[in-house]
C-alpha cells in the first residue's frame, strides 16, 4: 500500500477507536418487544501513575442496538448504570439517539471508574430504551474485559 493511501486507513483507526471482545461476557439481552442490546466490543484501560499508582481508569463500551419493531425506538445513555464492585457510574456523554424500526445502530459509551480493568462489569439499562412513549424493560449486560466472570450470573 503507498504512503499516500494509508493515511486515511490510520485516521479511520484511530477514529472509530479500538474495541476487543471481552474475554467473558454474558449472551446479548432481547426484550418482550425484541428489542436487542448486545455488547460487540470493549476497551477498558487502567491509567498509571509514575510510580505505578492509578490516576484514572477508562472504559469504553460499544453496543449494538437492534429494533425490530415498528415504531422509532429511543435510547437515553444517561439512564445506563455501569457498575464494577462497589462503583456505580453513568456515562460520560448524554443525549439521545434513536434507531428507526428495522435497523441496528451501534452506540459507544465511556465511562470513568475507580477499578481495574480484571474485574466484573455491569451495564444495566433503567429506563433508557423507550419504544414512542413506552418504557422497554431488558436485562443487564455482564462481562470481564481480562477474564472469567467470577461468580456473577448473568441475569436473564
Keep these: 500500500m503507498k504512503p ?38 470493549e476497551d477498558c484501560e487502567d491509567h498509571m501513575g509514575v510510580e505505578g499508582y492509578p490516576i484514572s481508569r477508562s472504559l469504553s463500551a460499544k453496543l449494538r442496538i437492534e429494533n425490530p ?9 444517561e439512564s445506563v448504570r455501569m457498575s464494577v464492585e462497589d462503583w456505580s457510574v453513568t456515562p460520560l456523554f448524554s443525549g439521545t439517539f434513536q434507531i428507526v424500526p428495522g435497523q441496528r445502530r451501534d452506540v459507544v459509551l465511556e465511562f470513568s471508574h475507580h477499578s481495574i480493568c480484571d474485574n466484573d462489569f455491569k451495564i444495566a439499562f433503567g429506563h433508557a430504551l423507550a419504544l414512542g ?24
Excluded at 418504557?135 to 481480562?146: A, S, T
Excluded at 466472570?149 to 436473564?156: A, D, I, T, V, Y
Design 4 to 41: 499516500c493511501r494509508l493515511a486515511p486507513v490510520i485516521a479511520l483507526m484511530a477514529i472509530s477507536g479500538c474495541y476487543l471482545k471481552p474475554m467473558s461476557a454474558s449472551p446479548p439481552v432481547q426484550s418482550q418487544e425484541g428489542v436487542r442490546v448486545e455488547l460487540s466490543g
Design 69 to 77: 419493531a415498528r415504531e422509532l425506538l429511543m435510547f437515553f445513555p
Design 133 to 156: 412513549a413506552q418504557p422497554v424493560q431488558i436485562g443487564d449486560l455482564w462481562f470481564n474485559p481480562l477474564g472469567q466472570l467470577h461468580g456473577q450470573q448473568p441475569r436473564r
